[in-house]
Every structure is written in structure tokens, then in C-alpha cells.
């Protein structure tokens, strides 16, 4: 996905280096790659494959790529900075052993999601034992219309900041069951405030159900949310035995009685 969009004239202007947007959407397109050669990536883009040429030698240079039998891919140069932020974040360090509780319990994957630049961002996620991981991987950004964690989060920003979001990022449509209506969405949210929980029933991936519940701040706005994914089936099946509200819940408490402290 290029999150990247081509800077207009007068935006780049005095405000804005198109070159360091061109890096950065060739930086996007080899994410998740293990390897792309210069026209693929060129074609991709809709640039030139000596601008593409360019931007991969020198990131390569400075070693954030690496050229392999003709391609490219990312060098583990951005696995050091990720660490590196994420060993910043006080909400990492202190959702990790609750998470780990939780994937326990439920048997499924337990994640924490934030919120940044209108995207939900999975700061980490847990599996249990005896589930693998899926394609979504800690760091990866996704709509929060369309997802239990974002709709968590949503349910407790502001009215007017919650209004603005809509306004920029709207609602995309990913599967039949996305909420694409704001009226239907602002009910939805209004619903989820007062019962701190929120359901994904096949928004993201019609193949996968998702329950959340937020992590608030002292002013009670959401600094992020607890979830718990897996197959859709079975997590039907197991929400009759299983008290998936009171089990985060309990999860997002402690989290935020360590991280609020």
C-alpha cells in the first residue's frame, strides 16, 4: 500500500522534499518483499526507473537496502530503529506480560493497537501457543472504521477530532461487512462508549472476528486498545464459553493502571 501520495506543486515548495517522499514510497513498496527489481518497483510507482534507480542506490549506500542476484530488499537497519522506538514507548513495556496472559486465556492472538496519523497501528501482538501468527504483524497500519481496536479508540477521541478523521480518511470499504456510513458508524461508537467493548465481525477480514476494548487516559480518551483475534468460527464458538468483555477488560486495567500509574 502507498501510503506516500505525490506532493503537489505548491506543497513542495518551501515545505516539503519531494525526494525524501520519493525514498519513502520506494522504502513502503519493498516492505513486506523479499525481493523487487527496479522496473517492478518503477511500475508500481509510476516513476521513472532512473528515479527509482537512484533512490535504491542510495539507500543502499547507507545501508537501509540491500541489493541481492539483481533485486532489492530492506536491510535490517530498520528492525534497530523500530526496536528502538518501540523501547521508547511505555505502553509497549507494560502491555507485554498482560498480553501475554491474554493470549494464554483465550488461546487466540492478543494485540495492542494506537492510534497515529489516522491509522491504527499494532504496537505488538501476542499468539498463544498453539496459534500462529497471521499476516498482520506488529507495526502494520490499518483503518480504524474497520477494525475492532480503531472503532475502540474512535469511541473515546473527541467529537470534533473524531469528525476530522472521518472527514480525511473516510471509510474505506475492505469487505462486505465494513461500516461505510457515518451515521451508522457514530451509532456504532456511541454503543461501544457505553459498553467499553467493540466487535469486528468480519470488517477487516471476513475470515477473522476481532473484540476490543480501550485503553484510556486520565482525561478518559483512548491512548489505545486491547484486542483478541482469531477465525471467525471459532471465535463464535468460544464466546459462548468465554467472557471476552470481562477478559480484556480485565487486561486493559492493568495495563492502564501500570502505564497511568
Known amino acids: ?48 526507473k532512473g528515479t527509482v534507480h537512484k533512490h535504491l542506490n542510495t539507500l543502499r549506500e547507507i545501508e537501509y537496502v540491500v541489493k541481492e542476484k539483481g533485486k532489492y530488499r530492506l536491510s ?8 528502538s522506538v518501540r523501547a521508547r514507548m511505555q505502553l509497549y513495556e507494560t502491555s507485554r506480560k498482560p498480553l501475554e496472559k491474554l493470549a494464554e486465556a483465550t488461546g487466540e492472538i492478543a494485540s495492542v493497537m494506537i492510534p497515529e496519523h489516522g491509522w491504527g497501528i499494532y504496537l505488538t501482538r501476542v499468539s498463544s501457543a498453539n496459534e500462529p501468527p497471521t499476516e498482520l504483524y506488529e507495526g502494520e497500519r490499518v ?48 454503543t461501544i462508549h457505553d459498553d467499553r467493548i467493540a466487535h469486528d465481525k468480519g470488517e477487516l477480514d471476513l475470515e477473522q ?9 486520565p482525561d478518559n480518551t483512548a491512548v489505545g486498545a486491547v484486542t483478541v483475534s482469531g477465525p471467525a468460527d471459532r471465535m463464535r464458538e468460544k464466546a459462548v464459553d468465554l467472557d471476552f468483555p470481562s477478559i ?14
Open 209 to 217: 472476528h476481532c473484540v476490543a476494548a480501550p485503553i484510556t487516559g
Open 1 to 48: 500500500m502507498d501510503h506516500f501520495a505525490v506532493p503537489e506543486p505548491d506543497d513542495v515548495e518551501g515545505r516539503i522534499a519531494s525526494t525524501t517522499v520519493t525514498s519513502f514510497r520506494v522504502i513502503e513498496a519493498l516492505q513486506g518483499r523479499d525481493g523487487a527489481g527496479v522496473t517492478e518497483l518503477a511500475e508500481e510507482l509510476s516513476l521513472g
Open 248 to 261: 480484556i477488560g480485565s487486561t486493559t486495567n492493568s495495563i492502564r493502571n501500570r502505564f497511568v500509574g
Open 143 to 190: 483503518p480504524l472504521t474497520a477494525t475492532a481496536g480503531g472503532k475502540a479508540i474512535l469511541a473515546y477521541v473527541p467529537d470534533e477530532k473524531r469528525e476530522r478523521l472521518f472527514d480525511e480518511y473516510g471509510f474505506p470499504k475492505l469487505t462486505d461487512n465494513t461500516i461505510t456510513d457515518r451515521e451508522t458508524m457514530r451509532e456504532e461508537l456511541r
Open 76 to 83: 535490517l537497519g530498520f528492525l534497530g530503529l523500530g526496536a
